[in-house]
């Protein structure tokens, strides 16, 4: 043990001699695979800086988990170590350029490990990087997956560091200190290269400040909104402290609730499976009243007016509410009252179904079939055929029984007579001076007839003819040509005319004319 460790002590100050600047000595990390053996295995040939207290079969792993092991460790030409990593897991069998590879220490007593990571983390579709580089054949390590330093890290071990407080380390370091310009002369990219592998957290610090670099125009950007948004908190800090406050009593609250809570995130999963389906449900119910919504959107200006206009209808609906209160107090009784009727009202209606179905069959007959119609063209035809028209006016040519007496009898019945004509007044007939001095020579003759004459004694009572110019028909007195008859108010009024064309005819004209209402 005590020649391991004057090895490992030996190991370490050649390591801080070839990277003291960085206080660290470069190690290399290397992921690599070698594929095409005829065991199936996938082969990594990583180069470090400095590989010490790293041997044959130890574990290379991946996030924590054990991926294949170290095949060889060798020096190579340029001063580093080559160490050959054999990947047996199917699943971690493809490298590519942007892998990495860290030596680790795996327990207290030296043993060492490499943690390899076979890509780097990116966003999700992004593209992969290209695979390792394979080594082509007549050259050492022919087949393998070559990983460079320059993704590899060795970082020194605090134990290590702490071996310089000690003799002879701290001698030896002096004497590399002193001689340290003279050996770096010359060699500055060098050293710039050793110190940044020196420590992978500096390599990452690196790529992290070139990022902010990159975006320096939006993180000012966000600087400035980042103050914006800010300058409202600290006006109202009092506010947001009181926030803090109420949360702080929200989470004590939910503290002493914690089973519930437990249960209720228990229960989330099975929670979201349902809102999947009711929240497409929601968004179909969406699209549906997306219209019914617009079109709501035009009306709201008449609803606000609606609503506006709520306050006085209401009261006015109060004061109508307050007058019906009152007057139900004076209705009711008299309603109460109304009971009897309404029953010997409902008796009726009973009574009068029958009837009120043979009435609606009635109407809905007279309805379809036009019998009203009918009946008010019966009225009318009727009283034109009863009435007639003449130049004196309206006269009426039929004259209704409305008696009782219309059945047919064969003996006369005193108590159903009727006589149109007084044929036991006197014989004895108007004269034409017993007349008045207005009455035409037609007017007396058709009187006569009235009164029982015949034709004949009428004409004989009666002897003449019509005036040229009649009063009645329009005319002047004295005018030369007869008038013709026509009906007060036109040619166009009464019904037709007929004129007798001689004297001869003119008994059968006038009666004629009366017959037609003229």
Known sequence: MRRQTGGRRRGAVAAIAAGLMAAAVVAAIVLATAAGGSNG???VRAIFDDAANL???????IAGVDVGTVGSVTPTPTGKAAVTLNISNPGFQDFRADASCTIEPQALIGEKFVDCSPTQPRPEGAPLPPPLHQIPAGREGAGEWLLPVGNTASPIDVDLLSDINHLPENQRLSI??????TGLAGRGSDLNAVLHRSNPALRELEKVFGILASENKLLGNLAVEADRALAPIARDRRQFAEFFAQSNTVATATARHSGALSENLAQFPAFLRQLGPALKRLEGLAEQTTPTLTELGVAAPGINRTFANIAPFTNSTTQYFESLGKESKKIGPALVASQPLLNRLQTLGAATKPFAANFSELFTSLRATGGLERLLDFIFLGTNAANGYNSLGHFIRTVTDGKLCTAYHVTVTPECSANFINFSASPARASAASLPSDTTLAVARVTAILHGATLAQAMADYPGSEA???PFAGATPGAGAPAKAEPVGGSSAGTTYYTPGSEAS???????NYLLGN
Do not use: D, M, W
């Open 506 to 512: 003119e008994a059968g004209g006038l009666l004629l």
């Open 176 to 181: 590399i200190l002193n001689e340290l310009g």
């Open 55 to 61: 041997v044959p079969s130890e574990n290379v792993k």
């Open 41 to 43: 295995s996938y082969t």
């Open 468 to 470: 040229p110019a009649s």
